[in-house]
């Protein structure tokens, strides 16, 4: 942590109208093994902690999907001692469009023996097959988009229409 500073607001850096008790801090992470950092927030509320973090630095490869890079990372975790539960965010944006689109991902991340082991970027918006440097060299693809999609190292996964049809459709790179 550095460039600590101790805030005490009427909001909260989500947008909350209230008491905020919190610090503001320059954090430095390990994000799939790239040193990321981050500016951040840190509240404190009765049994509540709160971070949000971003980040202005980019991810190449995440999760090992060599044809995405990710920008504009943002983290928030929020964790409720009294209901014993929490929640963590994590959203980024790809570093080159998707053809003309820069759609929002999500990112469910996952841990082995406490290391991010995998995760899981989803895309809720239209992309054309053609759009995704993975899938534009496969025939026809200009003809085609997801609907939503969730991509993995082990491949793409999600939904499309074909002839008023929704279906699903799934593709993986094969060596």
């Known amino acids: 942590m550095r460039q ?4 005490i607001t ?3 850096p989500s947008g909350d109208v209230g008491v905020w ?16 950092a981050f500016n951040s927030d840190i509240g404190f509320e009765d049994e509540k902690l ?31 001692k009294k209901n014993r539960s929490g929640k963590l965010e ?9 053809g003309e ?14 290391k991010l082991k995998a995760g899981i970027l989803k895309i809720e918006e239209e992309v054309a097959f053609s759009d995704l440097p993975i899938l534009a060299g496969v025939p026809h693809a200009e003809r085609f988009s997801f609907t ?3 991509i ?3 491949g793409i996964s999600g939904g499309s229409i074909l002839h008023d049809q929704s279906l699903d459709v799934v593709a993986f790179k094969q060596d």
């Open 50 to 80: 709160s971070l949000k973090a971003s980040s202005d630095m980019s991810l190449p490869a995440p999760f090992g999907i060599e044809w995405l890079e990710l920008k504009n990372l943002e983290l928030a975790l929020a964790y409720d």
């Open 21 to 36: 008790v919190g610090i503001a801090t320059d954090l430095s992470g390990n994000l799939m093994g790239q040193n990321i």
């Open 101 to 114: 689109k820069t759609p929002k991902i999500s990112i469910d991340l996952n841990e082995e023996d406490g």
């Open 152 to 154: 993995s190292d082990s």
């Open 90 to 98: 994590f959203k980024a944006e790809p570093s080159k469009p998707f």
């Open 148 to 150: 939503f999609l969730e």
């Open 4 to 7: 600590n500073n101790f805030k």
């Open 10 to 12: 009427d909001k909260s």
